[in-house]
């Protein structure tokens, strides 16, 4: 076979640091830039992650190719017979210590991000006070309930209140989420029928919808815009299509919004004027 294995294994590794390379020039890496202070940090602890892999790679590749390189010259095979490191007790104990080290480092190192993302001790205060909506995941749409524009919560008690008994001035929409840009909001997240998980790509906001739970979750966006909303738990046929938006908008843009969607919602239909003119 001579060298034959060691160019396979090598040459898989060149196209595999080369595709890394080329990567982000392609659009095959993030889905753009993240557009949250939260975001960043997640994208951030990635890269810690990326870094340390990819130097485990590479040592554990060169180490690879030097026996491969060194244990098919004929001449060596010849003189010397192969060393087995099977049961070798150094050897054991450091490749169980330093990847032990390694993640004990990583657990440690991600545990701020996590709680500012999970622990409900560390949400906005006024976030979690007035949520912005309940967002009820069912196959296959994001069904969306939101407190009226005029409603202010007291208490928590409250809140929790309204997330079991709709308001008769509880304003409704699907698919479409709106909330003012550079604010933190929360939503709370339901699921209707089967395990679905709502994902903002963007925002780096992914959390699963789970049947008989009501999960806060809360994000918030630097700059104003429409960005996707999918589902990323493969929850049935029509997966593919549970597709919707939020859309980031400056304060007072949001508000209107929110009064013009009461006012839809309240539309029976009926022209006003025609009724003025006939009461006179
Ligand atoms: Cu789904």
């Known amino acids: 076979m001579g060298r034959?294995?060691?160019?396979?294994?090598?040459?898989?590794?060149?196209?595999?640091?080369?595709?890394?390379?080329?990567?982000?020039a392609n659009n095959w890496w993030f889905p753009g830039a993240a557009l949250s202070?939260?975001?960043k940090r997640i994208d951030d602890l990635f890269y810690l992650i990326l870094?340390?892999?990819?130097?485990?790679?590479?040592?554990?590749t060169i180490a690879?190719?030097?026996?491969?390189?060194?244990?098919?010259?004929?001449?060596?095979?010849e003189q010397s017979k192969s060393w087995f490191s099977h049961g070798n007790h150094n050897l054991e104990v450091i490749w169980s210590i330093v990847p032990a080290g390694i993640l004990l480092f990583i657990s440690l190192y991600q545990m701020?991000?996590?709680?500012?993302?999970?622990v409900k001790s560390t949400f906005d205060a006024e976030a979690v006070l007035q949520p912005l909506a309940e967002v009820t995941a069912r196959q296959f749409e994001?069904?969306?309930?939101?407190?009226?524009p005029s409603r202010k919560f007291k208490s928590q008690k409250e809140v929790q209140e309204w997330l079991k008994h709709p308001a008769p001035d509880d304003v409704y929409s699907v698919n479409d989420l709106h909330f003012p840009t550079g604010k933190r909001v929360l939503i709370h997240l339901k699921s209707e029928d089967v395990l679905h998980s709502f994902f903002i790509p963007k925002l780096r906001v992914k959390q699963d919808a789970v049947p008989g739970l009501v999960i806060p979750v809360w994000f918030e966006a630097d700059k104003s815009g429409a960005y996707e909303l999918v589902c990323a738990e493969l929850c049935g046929w029509g997966h593919y299509k549970m597709k919707g938006?939020?859309?980031?908008?400056?304060?007072?843009?949001?508000?209107?919004y929110l009064k013009q969607l009461q006012i839809n919602q309240s539309d029976d239909g009926v022209p006003d004027a025609p009724m003025a003119e006939g009461a006179k």
């Not at 938006?245 to 209107?256: D, G, K, R």
């Open 245 to 256: 938006q939020v859309v980031a908008q400056p304060e007072v843009e949001y508000q209107a």
């Open 64 to 77: 690879l190719g030097y026996v491969l390189w060194t244990g098919s010259s004929v001449s060596r095979q």
């Open 142 to 148: 994001w069904r969306l309930r939101l407190p009226a």
């Open 4 to 24: 034959f294995w060691f160019y396979f294994f090598m040459s898989a590794a060149v196209a595999m640091v080369v595709t890394f390379a080329v990567a982000p």
């Open 37 to 39: 202070p939260l975001g």
């Open 112 to 118: 701020d991000v996590w709680a500012a993302f999970r």
């Open 51 to 60: 870094v340390i892999t990819g130097v485990t790679f590479v040592g554990t």
